[in-house]
């Protein structure tokens, strides 16, 4: 059975940090790329970031840049997303999600997701 689940979300000030991780099981996590997504109310799932499977290349959206760092820990089996300088726009709930076959920001190629975890950052 697969699973993927997020953890270490919550309700921060803007400008703190915070550092969710996704814990995977049931399928070869080293096989595949991981992605974060992020949903804010009313708005459609957009792109956060990506890893390749050993970790060694990551692909971030502009509004994260410098400011999110993704990670992997393949003896894990776990997925990270390290959030600094947080921002009110960062606010949503937040995906991680698994690609098989692409390292890529569109949400459609990601065969396996997680139930999200809400992230709210106040001013």
């Known amino acids: 059975q697969v699973q993927l689940v997020e953890s270490g979300g919550g309700l921060v000030q803007a400008g703190a940090s915070l550092r969710l991780s996704c814990a995977a099981s049931g399928f070869p996590f080293s096989n595949y790329h991981m992605g974060w997504f992020r949903q804010a109310p009313g708005r459609e799932r957009e792109f956060v970031a990506t890893?390749?499977?050993?970790?060694?290349?990551?692909y971030y959206a502009d509004s994260v840049k410098g400011r999110f760092t993704i990670s992997r820990d393949n003896a894990k089996n776990t997925a990270y997303l390290q959030m600094d300088a947080l921002k009110p726009d960062d606010t949503a709930v937040y995906y991680c999600a698994a690609s098989r076959d692409l390292l890529t920001a569109q949400s459609s190629q990601y065969e396996y997701w997680g139930q999200g975890t809400q992230i709210t950052v106040s001013s």
């Open positions: 890893i390749e499977r050993l970790g060694f290349s990551a």
